[in-house]
């Protein structure tokens, strides 16, 4: 008989400051040693249903429970937050933002030292864990040392320090490298085989969780339980297109040539897939689909000579980075977290100065023009929306750099409104911003950008964090913009988002630019895929497997149908 | 940028082997002495005691140069503020008038008021080496650790060691917040009005205000996640035991404060006059 620790019965949960049920109606039950993966878009509920389970609901977030949740035969609702988390182990999103110690070991320890747990103690036990997850080395290490995935590892330790029974990850990949994901995976799948916890998993990012085994997967949409099976069933149903969410690529490509997906096939992974019964319709498709290369006018716009950035004279930063931007581009900027990426950017924004080179936009050197300037040629979008966003009402944030500018009243309200109209927020033009999603916050701060009238925009990560549903309404959104003009660069981790939009991609490692080619070129490119933490997408190992012989031209007749298919 | 002012820097020396909570008691002491004491001679040997202490901690001297060249610049224009302010400051306390030099007005200069502000410089400069000699031998941790350990609430004790653990990402956010909004055109810089910087202030500070308490929520979530709070006491990691060294320091520490105390208030009150 296998033990139930987690069980659902008729549960419902309501947010005291929410109008509606997140949760309704929930019977599910989670079995001791299993790992789950629960997936959902975004506003789904899969959060919330992770915190009932390590009780931030409704100990920190309160709100009305009704029916029955049990963690080892126990009623959640009767005990605390603190008893709940003696049983349940939980990393959140953020690596950043929950890591609470001043170095590694104290953030290991912390939950310890909040039980009073004496002193030679805390050492023996930071040391065993730190062990598990490899960063026995980097104890005395301080966040600002120690890169996102070591963050991650840490929490995971410091979450498991106490024995605790269940593991919940909230998002674990959100704010990971390609490369550094996969890791994070695999770790996880090895915790998981060694100690046999319960493992519980909230992702979106379906196809990278499944690089690890996956006992069965749960979908919630709109506060219920749309399905339980195994990946299996679940990859071989329809459920994944009607919610929304992105299912492997290497399915979509078998879809596409016509191919039935079957339980039989073992589709939940490439290395179990069975290929040989469809390698034929595969070929076959292959064959049928043409694509045509786009011709690219090379009229350039901005141009990097020799660039060098350090701040300090024997530590450089940037090294000796020269590139070409031509009208009309969409490119990605890509390498490792820590590579230079954000530092390139600033640079040609601006905020820092070259110790030595050129930057030329239009054929004008920009070294000499200011920050404010250079904002009339260049647009900057952080990453996240409410980094940006200082006013209440759209409106007036549009047209706030144009205020600072000293514009006449008559004419910040034409271009307002014209840059409103671009960026398909002209009705609401009088709404509060507060009102608005995470996708639409977004378009404002480009618009906002937008109305100063630069040829140019930077986006630093523009889709981090996002669902595949707000990943597409931003990415059409930005590829509509390139196709009215304006030149893009975006930063990115995101591979198969270079491979899909951009024509171009830079890819930077150490300070220095190591590779400028097409996306799919560079992805066929091993020795860059290593340097720069990214990761092949699984479209070049399925066209391997089914033997063909030119695997990038596979994927970029993947890419171009299943662009005109999603655009129908 | 890599090294960050006043921070902590690790070193072999006996202050540094110190715990941080001796440290602690040790500077409020050593504060309390020199706050309470006008007595020249006090101070001048606390001065030499406080430069052989930093001596001992093998601190270089160029960790700290900068801060101390700003307070040196400080306490210069606290002195003239107070001459300007109070001139006869000197005069009401010792109840004595040497003129040396008459300057304008009822601005004299006299013996009484540069032994008075004599005094008080001398009193900052016992003090400030050793406060930032406490900065960068202790650390931060530790600190939080110290704070508990001589009575300071542990919820209290640990809200500084988080304040010292985020203080570096909010600068992050800041700076970049600042700059895309300088991109959009606000100018900071000297040229502008108040009103207007203060109005162009506030497009940088909503978002980071913003941020910041959505930063807290997820802090706060994670501490409790942790169990932070559920028990009365905690132990700290970095919490080290004392030893005899720091038995004996905090030792001579009281010595000093109470030989001090007795030297000070001899004759009555707290002020060494040697003009009587």
């Known amino acids: 008989m296998r033990k139930p620790v987690i069980e659902f019965t008729n549960f419902s949960f309501h947010y005291r400051t929410q109008s509606s049920p997140t949760l309704s109606g929930i019977n599910l039950t989670i079995y001791e040693g299993e790992k789950i993966l629960i997936i959902g878009p ?55 933002a929950q890591f609470i110690g001043l170095t590694a070991a104290e953030d290991i320890a912390f939950k310890l030292e909040n039980q009073f747990v004496p002193q030679e103690e805390l050492f ?16 005395e290490s301080t966040p600002q040392d120690l890169s996102g995935g070591q963050k991650q590892r840490v929490t995971l330790a410091g979450s498991m320090i106490d024995d605790v029974n269940i593991l919940l990850f909230d998002e674990p990949l959100a704010n990971l490298d390609p490369a550094t994901g996969k890791i994070a995976i695999e770790l996880i799948d090895r915790i998981h085989k060694q100690t046999g916890k319960t493992t519980i998993i909230i992702e979106h990012r379906l196809e990278d969780v499944l690089h690890g085994e996956v006992d069965r997967i749960v979908i919630i949409d709109e506060g219920c339980i749309l399905a339980d ?48 019964v469809n390698k034929t319709k595969l070929h076959a498709w292959y064959e049928s689909v043409g694509y045509a290369e786009k011709k690219q006018k090379n009229d350039v716009l901005l141009e990097l000579k020799n660039i060098h950035f350090g701040y300090s004279k024997t530590k450089e930063i940037i090294k000796d980075v020269s590139f070409k931007i031509n009208k009309g581009e969409l490119l990605s900027l890509i390498g490792k977290n820590g590579a230079g990426k954000s530092t390139l950017a600033k640079l040609i924004c601006g905020f820092y100065l070259p110790t030595a080179g050129e930057i030329l936009y239009e054929g004008e050197n920009l070294i000499e023009q200011s920050i404010k300037e250079r904002g009339d040629h260049i647009g900057f979008v952080l990453q996240n929306p409410n980094q940006m966003i200082s006013q209440n009402f759209i409106f007036d944030e549009v047209a706030l750099g144009l205020k600072f500018r000293g514009v006449a009243d008559k004419e910040i309200k034409d271009k307002v409104f014209h840059a409103l109209k671009i960026c398909g927020l002209y009705e609401l033009r009088n709404w509060p911003i507060s009102a608005l999603s995470f996708g639409q916050k977004k378009r404002v701060t480009i618009a906002s950008v937008l109305v100063l009238g630069p040829k140019l925009i930077l986006l630093d990560e523009p889709t981090a964090g996002q669902d595949y549903k707000h990943y597409n309404e931003i990415m059409e959104f930005l590829w509509n913009l390139n196709q009215q003009g304006i030149t893009i660069i975006m930063i990115t981790h995101d591979m198969h988002l270079m491979l899909e939009y951009t024509n171009r991609a830079i890819v930077i490692s150490e300070g220095q630019k190591i590779r400028e080619d097409e996306p799919a070129n560079i992805l066929a490119d091993e020795d860059v895929i290593r340097l ?24 970029k007749r993947f890419i171009h149908f299943d662009r005109r298919t999603r655009q129908l | 940028m890599n090294h960050k002012i006043l921070s902590y820097i690790h070193q072999e020396s006996p202050i540094h082997r110190l715990t941080g909570a001796a440290k602690l008691i040790g500077f409020i002491l050593w504060s309390l002495i020199a706050m309470i004491t006008y007595d020249t001679r006090i101070l001048v040997v606390m001065f030499i005691l406080g430069i052989m202490i930093f001596l001992s901690s093998k601190v270089e001297f160029r960790y700290i140069s900068f801060v101390f060249y700003i307070f040196l610049l400080f ?43 004599f005094n008080l410089t001398l009193k900052y400069l016992t003090i400030i080496p050793l406060a930032l000699l406490f900065m960068v031998t202790t650390h931060p941790s530790e600190f939080a650790a110290s704070l508990n ?25 800041y700076q970049n917040i600042s700059l895309a909004q300088q991109a959009r055109g606000i100018d900071l810089s000297k040229k502008q009005k108040l009103t207007k910087k203060l109005r162009y202030a506030s497009s940088i500070l909503m978002p980071l205000i913003f941020l910041s308490l959505n930063r807290i929520e997820t802090i706060s979530a994670a501490i409790e996640l942790r169990g932070f709070g559920s028990q009365k006491r905690r132990s700290w990691y970095h919490e080290r035991p004392f030893t005899k060294e720091d038995y004996l320091a905090i030792m001579l520490i009281i010595l000093l404060f109470v030989f001090s105390m007795i030297i000070t208030f001899l004759d009555g009150n707290r002020f060494y006059n040697p003009f009587r």
């Not at chain 1, 009623?75 to 999103?93: A, N, P, R, W």
């Not at chain 1, 023996?124 to 104890?139: F, Q, T, Y």
């Not at chain 1, 919610?243 to 992974?269: D, F, V």
């Not at chain 2, 350990?149 to 956010?173: C, E, F, H, M, N």
């Open chain 1, 124 to 139: 023996e036990s930071v040391n065993r864990v730190a062990d598990l997850v490899d960063m026995k080395e980097h104890l």
């Open chain 2, 149 to 173: 350990k001589i009575g300071v609430s542990y919820r209290i004790a640990y809200a500084v060691a988080l304040a010292l653990r985020y203080i570096p990402d909010i600068q992050r956010d």
């Open chain 1, 532 to 555: 720069a933490n990214l990761k092949e997408t699984s479209l070049y190992q399925l066209a391997n497997k089914a033997d063909f012989f030119d695997q990038r031209d596979f994927v």
């Open chain 1, 229 to 276: 099976l195994t990946p299996n069933e679940l990859l071989s149903s329809n459920l994944l297109i009607d919610t929304g969410i992105r299912e492997p690529l290497y399915l979509t490509a078998l879809r596409y040539a016509g191919c039935t997906i079957t339980p039989m096939l073992k589709p939940k992974s490439l290395k179990t897939l069975n290929i040989e």
């Open chain 2, 75 to 117: 306490l210069f224009i606290n002195n003239i503020a107070i001459f300007l302010f109070e001139p006869m400051q000197g005069v009401e306390m010792y109840h004595t008038k040497h003129e040396i030099l008459h300057i304008i007005g009822h601005y004299t200069l006299t013996a009484e008021q540069l032994f008075y502000q």
């Open chain 1, 42 to 96: 975004s506003g789904s509920g899969k959060s919330t249903l992770g915190h009932c389970i390590n009780g931030l609901v409704p100990f920190f977030y309160p709100g009305e429970i009704s029916g029955s949740l049990k963690i080892f035969g126990k009623e959640t609702k009767k005990e605390s937050i603190f008893k709940l988390s003696s049983m349940v182990g939980t990393v959140l999103q953020d690596p950043d």
